[in-house]
C-alpha cells in the first residue's frame, strides 16, 4: 500500500471518529428543546422577532424561527402544515384561494397607515376625495390641490401586499390605483419618497420617520387615539395564523405575544397598538363593531 | 506460469481501472448537473403552464395584451394578464445594457490582457471580482440616490425607466463579461501574437484580426452570462426602473421587466392561485427568451468564425 | 504603412480612454460603499448580534455564516463543476448533445435568483424537511452556482494547450491520469479565479437565500464547535441570515433608528470579506500551483 493510501484513510478515520464523537458528546439537553417556525408578512416579522428574543431569553430550551417572505407565503405554508405560524397582515378570508376554514386567526396587533409625501410638495391635508383622485390619476399635478407645481408621482406597493389592500379599501374606499411604480417593501417606498420630487405613497406608521412627511386627511392626523377610536380609518390587524388551536410553544408564545408586557411595551415601542386598546373591532368584510 | 499471464492479459491494468473510474465520476457528476438542470426547467414549465390549463387563460393574452392585473379584468373583458410591457421593458434593458457594456468590458480586458503590466492587470482583476459580490440591494440603493436623480436632471421626467435601469445593469454585468473575456483572451496561444507581429502587422492589427477573432467565442459566451445576469437581476432593476407594469414610451418611463415584477410579487401571492400563476409563466417566458438569445448569439459566433 | 500605424496609435489609444472609464466607475462605485460605510465599522459592529428594532446592533453572527456558507456551498458544488467541466471539456465528443448540455446549462444561469430560491424552498425546506436551514441555502446555492462555475472550469481547461495532453499520453499515463495530474494544475490559476467569480456571487446573493437559509441570525456560541448542538456555529441545520440577505433585510422592512448606517457599514463589510477571500483563494491557489506543478517545491 502507498503511503498516501494510508495518509488518506487515517485521515478518513480521523474524520468519521470525530464526526462520531462529537455525536456522542452532544448536548443532550436539546433533544428536549422544542422548536417551531413562523413564517410571513415582511412587515409583522420584527415585531415577532424582537418577541421570540425575548420568551426564548426566559425561556432557554424553546427555539422560535422567525422568517419573512410575504403574507401569501405564510398564509400558504401555514394552510399546508408546513410551519407552526402563519404570519398575515390581512384576513385569510380575503385570499379565497386559501382554505381558512381550519385555520385559527390570532389577532397580534393593529398598525395604522398613513399617506406620506416628499416633503417638498407644500401639502399638509388632503381631503379623502382629493386622495382618491391622486391614486386613480384624476390629479396629477401637486398645484390642483394647493401645493407647490410640481408633477405628482404615484408609488404603490405590490398588488396582493397587505398594505396596499388596506389603504385601497380603506383610504381609497375600495378603489384599485391606477398603474404605477410599484415596491414591494416599506423601506424601499420610503426611500423613494423622500428623494423624488411630488412622490406620494403610504407606509404603515411604525416606517413613518423624518424623512417623508405623513399627511392628515380631512384635518384627522394619522395618530394612536385617533386610530383607537377610528377616526382615522386606515388600519388593519396583524395576525398570526395556526392550523387548528395551537398547542404546546406555539400556544405558549402567543399567550406571551397577547400578554400586557409586550403588547404594552414592546409593540408600542415600535409604532403598533395593542388590540385590546381599540375602540371597534373589524371583521373581514370590513364591517366596525363597538367593544 | 501459462495461466498467470492469462490472467493478466485478461484483468484490466491499474492504470485502466483508474481511467475508468475517473471517467466514470466525472460522467457521474455531468450526469448530476443534468438532473438539477431539467429538474429546474421542468418545475418551471409545469408551474408556467399551469394557468393556461387550470385557469383556461388564452396564450395571445398573455403574450400581446398590455394590460397586467391578474386576477382582475381588461377594460374590454378579458383577462389581464398581459405580459407585454414586461417583455419589452427586460427585451430593451438587457439589450441597451448588453450593448453599451460589451466594447467597455472588451477594451477593459484588451488592455489587462495585451497592453498594460501584470500588476496593473492584478490590481484591475481583483477589483472587478470584488464588484461581483456587491449584492443587489446595494447597487439598487446607489441608483437610487446618483443614478436616478442624475436621469432627472438631465433627461427629465421622474428619472425611474429604463434609461435609468439599463445604466445600473452596465454597470453590474461588467465585471461578469470583464473577467470572462480575460480568461477566454489569456487562451489565446502566445504563439498566435508573435506571428501576427512577425508578419509585420501592428499590435492594434494582431489584437483586433488575430486575438479577438480566435477568442470570439470565449467573448460570446462571456456577452451570454452578462446578459443572463442581466435578464435575471431583479431587486436593483427594481429600484431603478420604477417598478410599473405600463409600456414604456421613452427611455425615462417608468417601466417593468419580467424578474423584477416576478420577484416583488412571489411572497404576496398564494401558491396555487392565478396571481402566482400567472408569475410562474412570467419565469417560464425569461427561460424560453433567454434560449432565444442564446441562440441568436451564438449564430452570430457561427458566422463571425467561418470567415476566421 | 503610416496609416497603419495611426491607425495603431488611434486604436490603443482608445483602449486606453475605454479603460480608464471603467476603472473611474470602479473607483468611484467603491469609494461611495467605503466612505458610507467604514465610519460605522468598529469591532462592537464586526462581532456583536444585530437588534430587531433597536439602534446599535451588529453583524457578527452574519458576517460568520456568510463565510460558512460559501464553504459548505464551495464544498457541494466544486468537485461536482469539476467533473462535469472535465467531462464536457475532454472526454464529450463535440456534437449536437454536448451543444444542448451547454445550451440548458447557460440557460440556466438567467434564472431569476428568486425561482432558483423557490425551487429550493420547495424542495429541500419542505420536500426534504431540513428547514430553514444552512444546509437548505447551501443546496440551492449549488443549484444557482454550477452553471457558471462549470462554464468557467470548462473555459480554463480548454484554455490548456493541447500539447500538455499529448505529453501526458505520450509518457504512458491514461487519459485521466493526465488530466488530473497535467491539465487541471495547468488551468488552475484561471480555475481558481473562476471559484472567486462565483465565490463574489454567493456572498452577494440575497433573493435565493430568503426561502432557505432564512432570515433568523439566532445568538451563536462560539465555545462550542460541535456540529450536533443546536447553538454551535457549525451546526448545519440551523437558520442561517448572510451579511447580504442582513443587508436586503434592513433596508426593505428595517425599523431600528440607525437603519441607514447599518446598511451601509455591512455593505462596506462584506467588500472587505469578498477582498479578504480574494487574496485567500489566490495565495492557497499559487500554493497548490507551486505543489502540484514543479517538483523542487515540496
Partial sequence: ?291 | MDNKLKQQLHTKSKTAKYEQRGKLASIMMLVLIMVVVLGIIGFILIKGTSMFFNDKIKISDFLFSTFWNPGGKTPTGNPAVGALPMIVGSFSVTLLAALVATPFAVGTAIYMTELSSKRGAGVLQVVTELLVGIPSVVYGFIGLTVVVPAVRHLFGGSGFGILAGTIVLFVMILPTIVSMTVDALKSVPNHYRQASLALGATQWQTIWKVVLRSASPGILTAVVFGMARAFGEALAVQMVIGNAALMPHNLVSPSATLTSVLTAGMGNTVMGSLQNNALWSLALLLLLMSLFFNLLIHLIGRKGAFKK | MIDNQRKNKIALMMIHFITLVVVLILALLLIDIFSRGLPYVNWHFLTGASKPFQAGGGIGMQLFNSFYLLILTMIISFPIALGAAIYLNQYAKQNWVTSVLRTSIEILSSLPSVVVGLFGFLLFVIQFGYGFSIISGALTLTVFNLPLLTRSIEDSLAGVDKAQLQGGLGLGLSKFETIIHIVVPAALPNIISGVILSAGRIFGEAAALIYTAGQSAPQLDFTDWNPFNAASPLNPMRPAETLAVHIWKINSEGIMPDVTQQSAGAAAVLLLAILLFNFLARFIGRRLFMKMTSAKAK
Fill in chain 1, 1 to 291: 500500500m502507498s503511503r498516501k493510501k494510508i495518509v488518506t484513510i487515517i485521515i478518513l478515520i480521523l474524520g468519521f471518529g470525530g464526526l462520531f464523537a462529537a455525536y456522542q458528546t452532544r448536548d443532550q439537553t436539546s433533544g428536549k428543546n422544542e422548536a417551531i417556525t413562523a413564517v410571513g408578512s415582511t412587515a409583522l416579522q420584527p415585531l415577532v422577532e424582537a418577541a421570540a428574543e425575548q420568551y426564548t431569553n426566559h425561556h432557554p430550551n424553546a427555539t422560535i424561527n422567525v422568517q419573512g417572505g410575504g403574507s401569501g407565503t405564510g398564509l400558504s405554508q401555514i394552510a399546508d402544515g408546513a410551519v407552526q405560524m402563519g404570519n398575515s397582515d390581512i384576513f385569510a378570508q380575503e385570499k379565497s384561494d386559501i382554505n381558512s376554514t381550519k385555520l385559527v386567526d390570532h389577532l397580534i396587533a393593529v398598525e395604522g397607515i398613513a399617506p406620506v409625501v416628499n416633503k417638498d410638495t407644500g401639502v399638509n391635508n388632503l381631503s379623502q376625495q382629493q386622495l382618491i383622485a391622486i391614486f386613480t390619476g384624476k390629479i396629477t399635478n401637486w398645484q390642483q390641490v394647493g401645493g407647490k407645481n410640481i408633477k405628482i408621482t404615484l408609488i404603490n406597493r405590490t398588488m396582493g401586499s397587505g398594505t396596499r389592500n388596506t389603504f385601497e379599501k380603506y383610504g381609497l374606499k375600495g378603489k384599485t390605483s391606477a398603474t404605477a411604480q410599484e415596491q414591494d417593501s416599506s423601506g424601499t417606498v420610503r426611500q423613494i419618497v423622500s428623494t423624488t420630487p411630488g412622490a406620494i405613497s403610504y407606509l404603515a406608521l411604525g416606517y413613518v420617520n423624518d424623512s417623508v412627511k405623513p399627511l392628515k386627511l380631512d384635518h384627522v392626523a394619522p395618530t394612536k387615539t385617533n386610530i383607537q377610536n377610528n377616526s382615522w380609518p386606515i388600519w388593519a390587524y396583524e395576525h398570526v395564523y395556526t392550523d387548528g388551536p395551537a398547542t404546546g410553544l406555539t400556544k405558549q408564545f402567543i399567550t406571551y405575544l397577547n400578554s400586557k408586557e409586550i403588547q404594552t411595551h414592546l409593540f408600542a415601542k415600535m409604532g403598533y397598538i395593542d388590540v385590546d386598546s381599540m375602540k371597534y373591532q373589524r371583521n373581514w368584510q370590513g364591517q366596525l363593531s363597538k367593544e
